[in-house]
Every structure is written in structure tokens, then in C-alpha cells.
């Protein structure tokens, strides 16, 4: 079979290659109909260009004055936050079409993040009945931590938690997850490692309503956004606690704050999957900003939840979009 | 990327093609649109620049600029400095066997140490080694539960004796003396960089188990962060390599182009699934052209373009993703196909499956020249109505067409049950045509900014 799928696998990329090729073609002719510059012998010693200069605290200073090294310092600082190339030129665009001499463009940067970000939002759970809240995320994002830290501040608003403990597949899974549970003063559902997920949500929404909980969170597995069959079962996970006669008010995904661009890719899997309804950035306790977030929000419209700044149980906050503004801006 | 990124240099590039000549202002436009690339990849700012700094120095040399085809010179400065800066060659992990040796294990919080270690325990016993694992991370509920369950699967023993991860790591070491354990690996807790007090403490176990390596774990999808983290570690317990985690996901991991960059440490393996086996060597020639999500279909277009039929391959491509093609589209393919090259190199030339493994070297060893032929010889003796429609083809058919290729009825049946499931494959590979996975999805592309 394999002399098969190789060939197919030569062709098919000699296919692609070829409708890509078109669009460079275009590409190339747009370039060829420009103005051309003077060429000149090639030389060796041509002039090298200006060192892009580690900025941070100078950006201020640079901002006042304006100008294309401003813009460009302002760009690079984005950049070290995570914002990524496209959303950090976007955010430096507009401030710099609202720019002017006696504009602070501090200000205007920090008003346009939270422009994008905001408005901060609150976890919505319903007046009556059981809310349920799903958590998802990539491997070792924070997941469980966050559940942990979430049931122990909804408790202590007054309301009654349950924990559903749907990652029968990590080792130690639920052991960890019934430590915060105690910490948390929690009612946990689990099974033996390896039960199906489903079923442990299903005895989890049962066993909830029965108690009269507010709230049953979700614990799942972490899993990464292109494993398909991952995915269907965190779709099957919802359709499961619908059928035991509740349905899933949020779903949260777990950003850890140190995650690049791909953060993006992990918010558009998810979202497609189960409709994510806000993230939770974690590990906000370190020097990473996770700036692409902005790039999330926009593309997708999924604002941040709630915050993660340590490994304590009280280590949780909701998302502010101004103090999340204030730490890019203080690098 | 593969779409703006090559588009641009490609398109920059025909118009030096035509003068064979190139300009530093050129280079520059191509290095900017690389610089968003590496960028995008999550190449730390400072090693993208530094990075593009050496490329152009290189790019702008007289061999470069003298030599008849200065876009593709370019374009190979660029794959060079990438795999040079990843550390040139793989650089295999190599622990002392005349003695006990030990691996303690460091990084960030949520970055796979646990799972890597089992990972390497799951190595070494199967090279022989008698490894066993210390679960020194007393941080973080059921660290050491989760070390334990899976030493048991893996059947190499734990030990976690005391309250503290510094005698913890003591205590293993004359457990593993005692019991003649020859490979020490201790698990340690997930730390910030900033918390100075758990940085002091991973000094301490450090400075008592004088680890022959100090593995850090980072996960491939780190964005900037990943350059202060490696600078961190290394200053603080003296890294001497990584594990680059989840690269079976789909981040272009320039997390490993700034760890290498910064710390001159090598990336020994990279993590690609949950499972223990799930552990690879690392290779800066495959990452390289993971990063720039290529490989090497740059070469290929250079032979495709000059040897086929644009309208024909994307037609036939097509036919493909919808899993409608029959053995005589093979055939015609086989023969196209041939024309570029042997088909194993032309794999080789493919670009990573997710998770940069090697998927496409390992399916090029299996090719067999031999079978190709025969299968040729097979499709070739058939006749057109037949190859169109394989379901056709009774008892004596098979006869005739094994004669004719002079072979058993048995490989007919062979070869037609084969193509069958190739088939089958790709139809739910492409998944009703949302392309294969990977191979040539690119990160999304959103409106590209201003040009500053
Ligand atoms: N510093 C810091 N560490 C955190 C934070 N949130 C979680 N962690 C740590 O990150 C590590 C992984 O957290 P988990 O909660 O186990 O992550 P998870 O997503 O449940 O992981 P899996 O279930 O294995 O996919 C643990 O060591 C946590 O203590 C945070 O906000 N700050
Ligand atoms: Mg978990």
C-alpha cells in the first residue's frame, strides 16, 4: 500500500505546490510592474541598516516625539509581548492614525488594546439551576489549577460546587484534582482512570442536581487542538450533560500566558469544537504577557475571563483589560 | 507563511532572476518579509534579528551575488543559518555508563517535565540501561502519584522518600547505589524564572545529585518568553540541553530556534505524543524547515515547474483530495511523478507531517523500486476499462493480467486490495477535502499590516 500512498502524496503536493503557484505568479508580476529602482553593481560593503535597537524603556521617550522609530519601537514592544506581526501592526496603525504632537500615544496605545479587549466581562451562570462550566486546553495549560482556584472563589461567594473529574487519561489526574477539590470544599465526581469521560459527567450533572449544586465544573483531559478525535469527544462531553439534563453555560479554554502565536490556532480549534465562551490566561505570575490574546479577541471575538497568577489557591482574578494593558505597556 | 512568505521572496526574486543580478535593497524587502515569518513562528525578536543579520551579511557576499541564481543561493543561506543556529547536526544525548549517572530534569510550570522523564526512563531501559525515577516534585497535588503511575507502566522503579526535594533527590541517590541503578532521573517541580526561591531550590538539588545533564523541558508552542526562561535556567542550574515538548501539535516551535540561539545548548529529543515511546531524536535540519513551514518544496517547485504540466497536476490533485481517481490516473501520475525524480527523494523532499516527524521518510524507506515496477507492469497489462473500473475485473481477468506482467494472481489481488485502501486513506485523510493536515495548512492568515 505504501508505493500507493506515496505517489499520492508526491502528486498531491506537486498540485498544491501549483495552484499556490498562481498566486505567486500574480505576486511576482505586481512586483514587476512597480517603478523600478535604480540598480547599481552589488556591492559588498553595502550600507547596513539601522540596528534595531532593544527599546522597552525608551519607547516612552521615543513616543513623545513620534516618528517612524517610534512606530517601530512600538511595534518591537508589542512584538515581545506576544502580540504577533499582524495584530501588533494593526494595534500600531491605529494609534498612529489617531496620533498627533500633543497626543500621549502611551495613552492611545493603552486605549486601543482595551478597546479590542474590553468590555471585562463576568463568568455568566444562571439565577436557577445547575450552571455547568467546561474546561478545556492544551496540555499542561493549568486546567485543573484553575478549577481548583475557580470553585474555591465560587464557594466563597456562597454558592454550592460540584467538580466533574472528565481526565480519566493522565496519570494522577484525579488525585490532583481531588486535592483542590478539598481545598476548595467541593463535591468531586470521578471514576478510575481510563472510564469514559462522558460517563463521569453524566453521574457528575446527575449527582449535582440531586445535591442541589450551583455550579458543577468540568475538569478534561488536556489535549492539543489538531488531534480530531480529541476534539469530538469534548463535542460528545456536552451533548452528554444535556442528555443528564443540563447544559453547559460556559466554556472556558486555559491559555497559559507563555504561549506564542499558536495560541491562536488553539482558540480557533477550540472554538470550533465547543464554542469556547471566554479564556483563562494563565501564569500571568511570570515575565511573559500573552499578547496574543489581542490577536484572539479580534480574530474571534472570545474575550478573557479570568486570570492566573500563581500556583496558590487564591491565585485567580477576574481579566481586566486595563491591567492587562498596563503590564505590556511596562516592558 | 508558505503563502505570503515564499509568494514574496518568489516574487521578489523573478525579477532577479531576469537581470541575474541582485540588489542589497532586494535582499533587505526579502529579509523583512522573513523577519514576519520568523516572527509568526514564534522566533524570540532578538534571535530573529540576529539571525537575519548573519543571513544578509552571507546574502549580500560576492559568491552570492555572483552566482547565476542568486534567489535559491539565498534561500539556502537562509535554511543553512537556521539549521546551523538549531545546532547544525543531531546532537545525541550520551549518558556515562562506566558509572551511575544522573538526569535531573528543569523548567516552567505545565512544560512536560513529568511525562518527559518517563519518556527517557522508557529510552534508556529499552537501550538497557536500569534507570529509575525520582519524583522530587513536591509542588504541585499528585506530582508524585502521576511519577508513580506511570514508572508501573513503564516498569521502572520510583522513589520519593521525604519532605523536602532536595533530600528526596539525596535519599535516591544511595537508594539507586544500593539497588545498582545505573541511571538516575529526577523529576523536579515546575518553577518561574522570577521565583527567585524556587530557583535557589533547584540550585540545591542541583549542587547534591551533580547531574551529568540537566534537561530543560520546553514546550514547543512558547511564544517570546521562551528566551528568558533558557536564559534563566541556564544561568541558575547550568542546562546542557532540551526537550522540545508537544511538537506534535501544529507550533511552528521557533521556541526552538531562540533556546538553541541563546543558550548554545542543543535540543536532545522532541516530545510528539502522551505516550512513552512518543519521544524522538531531534533534528535541526527537519526543524528548520518546520519553522519556515517549507521543507524542501522549495526545490521541488524548482523541478515541478520546469517538468510538468501546471493545469494537469492541479487537476489531478484535485481529483485526489475528492478520492476519485482511479489506477489510470495512478499510472499517468507514476509516470509524471518519475519524470521529477526518483519518488523517494521526492518525499524526502515533502515537508514534515504535524508533530515534524519524519512520516514521509519513513513511508520513502518502505518504497521499494522493485514493487513500483511490478505494480506498474500490473496496472500496464490491464486494460483501460479495467484500470477505470477495477471492480470488473473477474477470476480469469486476474489470470490474464498476471501473465501479462509476468506475475501471480496473487499480487493482482494484492495490488488491487492495496490501491483499495490507499484510497480509502486518503479519502478520510483529506476529510471531504479540507486538505491534508499540516502538510500545507498554513497559520491563519490575517491581514498582513502596513509595511513600516
Ligand atoms: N505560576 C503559575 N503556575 C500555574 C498557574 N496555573 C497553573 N500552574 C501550574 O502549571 C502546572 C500545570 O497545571 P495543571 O493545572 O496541572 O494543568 P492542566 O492543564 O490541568 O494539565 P493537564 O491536565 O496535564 O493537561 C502546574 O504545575 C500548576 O501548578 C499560574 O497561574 N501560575
Ligand atoms: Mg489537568
Sequence with gaps: MEIFVAILFVCLAVGIVFVRLSSVRKEAERLRDEPEVEISAPTIEAPAPEPRERLGTRVRTLLSRGGTEAWEALHDLLLKADVGPSAAARLVERVRARWSREADAESLLREEMVEILGPDSRLSLPDEGLGVILVVGVNGSGKTTTIGKLARRLAGEGRTVSIAGADTFRAAAGEQLEVWAVRAGAHIVSQERGADPGSVVFDAVKSAVARGSDVLIVDTAGRLHTKTPLMDELQKIGRVARKAGASVTETLLVLDATTGQNGIAQAKAFTEAVNVSGIVLTKLDGTAKGGVVLAVREELGVPVRLVGTGEGPDDIQPFRAEIFANRILAS | ?452
Design chain 2, 1 to 452: 507563511m508558505f503563502d505570503t512568505l515564499t509568494a514574496k521572496l518568489d516574487g521578489t526574486f523573478k525579477k532577479l532572476r531576469s537581470r541575474g543580478k541582485l540588489h542589497p535593497k532586494q535582499v533587505d524587502n526579502a529579509l523583512d518579509d522573513m523577519r514576519t515569518a520568523l516572527l509568526e513562528a514564534d522566533v524570540a525578536l532578538e534571535v530573529a534579528d540576529a539571525f537575519l543579520g548573519r543571513v544578509r551579511t552571507r546574502a549580500l557576499s560576492e559568491e552570492v551575488m555572483k552566482s547565476l541564481t542568486p534567489a535559491q543561493q539565498v534561500i539556502k543561506v537562509v535554511r543553512d543559518e537556521l539549521q546551523a543556529t538549531l545546532g547544525g547536526e543531531h546532537v545525541r544525548f550520551v549518558v556515562p555508563s562506566a558509572r551511575r549517572a544522573v538526569v535531573m530534569m528543569a523548567g516552567v510550570q505545565g512544560s512536560g517535565k513529568t511525562t518527559a522523564c518517563a519518556k527517557l526512563a522508557f529510552r534508556l531501559k529499552k537501550d538497557g540501561r536500569r534507570p529509575v525515577l525520582v519524583a522530587a516534585d513536591l509542588e504541585r497535588p499528585a506530582a508524585v502519584e502521576q511519577l508513580f503511575t506511570l514508572g508501573r507502566e513503564i516498569g521502572v522503579p520510583v522513589v520519593s522518600e521525604g519532605r523536602d526535594p532536595v533530600k528526596v533527590a539525596k535519599a535516591a541517590l544511595k537508594e539507586a547505589d544500593r539497588k545498582g541503578y545505573d541511571v538516575v532521573i529526577v523529576d523536579t517541580a515546575g518553577r518561574l524564572h522570577v521565583d527567585e526561591e524556587m530557583m535557589r531550590q533547584a540550585r540545591r538539588i542541583r549542587d547534591v545529585v551533580k547531574p551529568d545533564h540537566v534537561l530543560m523541558a520546553c514546550d514547543a508552542m512558547t511564544g517570546q518568553d521562551a528566551v528568558i526562561q533558557a536564559r534563566a535556567f541556564l544561568a541558575e542550574v547550568e542546562t546542557t540541553g532540551f526537550i522540545l515538548t508537544k511538537l506534535d501539535g501544529d507550533a511552528r516551535g521557533g521556541a526552538a530556534l531562540s533556546i538553541t540561539a541563546v543558550t548554545g545548548k542543543p535540543v536532545f529529543f522532541a516530545g510528539v505524543g502522551e505516550k512513552p515511546a512518543d519521544l524522538e531524536e531531534f533534528h535541526p535540519d527537519r526543524m528548520a524547515g518546520r519553522i519556515l513551514g517549507m521543507g524542501d518544496v522549495l526545490s521541488l517547485i524548482d523541478k515541478a515547474t520546469d517538468t510538468l504540466d501546471a493545469d494537469e497536476a492541479k487537476a489531478s490533485a484535485e481529483k485526489m483530495l475528492q478520492g476519485a481517481f482511479t489506477l489510470e490516473d495512478f499510472l499517468g501520475q507514476l509516470r509524471q511523478m518519475r519524470q521529477l525524480g526518483p519518488i523517494q527523494d521526492l518525499l524526502k523532499m515533502l515537508p514534515g507531517m504535524p508533530g515534524g516527524k519524519s512520516a514521509f521518510k519513513d513511508l520513502a524507506d518502505q518504497v521499494d523500486e522493485n514493487k513500483l515496477r511490478q505494480a506498474e507492469a500490473l496496472i500496464l497489462s490491464m486494460t483501460p476499462d479495467e484500470r477505470r473500473n477495477p471492480g470488473i475485473i473477474s477470476g480469469s481477468r486476474r489470470l490474464r493480467i498476471a501473465r501479462g506482467a509476468g506475475s501471480t494472481t496473487s499480487d493482482v489481488n494484492t495490488l488491487l486490495k492495496d490501491f483499495e485502501g490507499a484510497r480509502k486513506m486518503m479519502r478520510t485523510m483529506m476529510g471531504g477535502g479540507k486538505g491534508f493536515p499540516g502538510m500545507f495548512t498554513m497559520p491563519p492568515k490575517a491581514a498582513r499590516g502596513p509595511k513600516r
